[in-house]
Each structure stands twice: as C-alpha cells, then as structure tokens.
C-alpha cells in the first residue's frame, strides 16, 4: 500500500465547531486530494493540491478549506461543521505525469452532530 | 466538467456467473480511465488502468476491461465471479494530463455463494 495515513480514523463533532482532517503522505507525490464518499454520490472531489502552497477547488468544496505547506501534508478544514458535512473523506495521492494513477488512504470517518 | 456514468448501481450474481459493468464518460479527449473496487469497511483499491494502447487491459484479480473510444465508454469483464469479489466498484476518469479525477457514482457488487 502507498504510504498514505490518515488522522483521525474516526471523529464525531457537534454542529458548528471546525474540523480539521490531516492526510500525511511519505511516497513525495506532487498531487494531493481531498474526496468525500456518500451513498448515492460515489466519490466527489473537495479540493485538491498540485504542489505545495498550490490548491484548487473541486465539485463540493463550499464550506472547506486546505492548506499545504509542505509536500508531505495536506490539511482539509471545516470551516463550521454542519450535519449536511457528516461523510467519509478520503485523501489521495497521485505522482507527477499524465500517466499516473491515483492511491487512496484508509478514510476519516466525520460525524457531525 | 467531465462526467461519469454507471449505469447498473446494484449487482447481485451467482458465484461463478459472469460480470459486465458499464462506464461510460463524456469527455471527447485524451482520457485516462481506471477501475478502482473498495471492500467492505475498507479504500479504494486500483483494479485496472488504461492509458494507452491495446484497448483490453487486464487488472487483478482475473478482472479486465475494454476501452471504445467511440462510444466513450470502459466496462469491467470477469468471466466467474466469486464470493470475495463482493465489493463496491468505481470507473473513474483523469482528463489528459490534467489534475482532476472524476469518479462514477460507483456499482454496488453483490456475490451470492
């Protein structure tokens, strides 16, 4: 398995607090993703990083933010947890090159409540 | 923005019968297509890519797919499933050279021993 952890594994928060999910790579892959999984959706794509410092949005990144200050660690925060943000996140990592497919973490599990 | 379609959400085979998932995208381009399966409580997992050349690439597993590039589409094949390719199947699609991986809304896989 590609070196991908992720933290926490598990979370359950309350309405209106932030949130902030950490995805730690140790493969130095240039691209980092941020995906929420619900039932219905398959995998939607929050934000993403091409390097560091440099991110972009995604289809549903309304109420998140990320951060990457360094290669290894791409942070995804929300902002004000709401019920409607309850899913599993998944980080992914891909390397640099056209041809390059991507590997995933073990996903956080978010409850808001 | 690029889409993906699955068509059949649901599966439920025999062990030893034959599978045929569809995918279809809608993207005119260079694509790169990918076959990814998630197990049970468990990340995604890459089943199978294609890239370029020969249109019939094999994953694991026993598993393969067909890329037809003019009716933009990359079934997954397995000639005999089994129990333990119960699972969650995704197609997903990066544009070229791009950043950006889009995924279906995945097909729910279900092998009767």
């Known amino acids: 398995d590609a070196g991908i952890t992720q933290s926490p594994r598990h979370k359950v928060t309350e309405t209106g607090t932030p949130v902030t999910l950490r995805c730690h790579q140790t493969?130095?892959?240039?691209?980092m993703y941020w995906y929420r999984q619900d039932p219905g959706h398959g995998l939607r794509l929050i934000h993403y990083s091409y390097g560091v410092k440099d991110t972009d949005k995604g289809e549903v990144s309304d109420g998140y933010s990320v951060s990457r200050s360094k290669t290894e660690d791409f942070l995804l925060t929300l902002e004000s947890a709401t019920s409607s943000q309850t899913s599993v996140y998944f980080c992914?990592?891909?390397?640099?090159?056209?041809?390059?497919?991507?590997?995933f973490g073990q996903g956080t599990r978010l409850t808001v409540v | 923005a690029q889409s993906v379609s699955q068509h059949n959400h649901h599966v439920i085979l025999s062990e030893a019968a034959s599978l045929e998932l569809g995918c279809n995208y809608s993207y005119g381009g260079t694509v790169n297509l990918f076959w990814y399966v998630q197990y049970p409580g468990q990340h995604l997992q890459l089943l199978l890519k294609y890239f370029s050349g020969d249109p019939l690439v094999k994953g694991i597993k026993g598993f393969e797919a067909e890329f037809i590039k003019s009716k933009f589409s990359f079934n997954l094949r397995k000639p005999s499933v089994q129990w333990s390719d119960t699972a969650e199947y995704f197609c997903?699609?990066?544009?070229?050279?791009?950043?950006?991986?889009?995924f279906g809304t995945g097909t729910s896989l279900t092998v009767i021993p």
């Open positions: 997903a699609v990066n544009v070229g050279t791009g950043n950006q991986f889009y």
């Open positions: 493969e130095n892959h240039r691209y």
């Open positions: 992914a990592i891909r390397a640099w090159g056209g041809n390059t497919e991507a590997f």
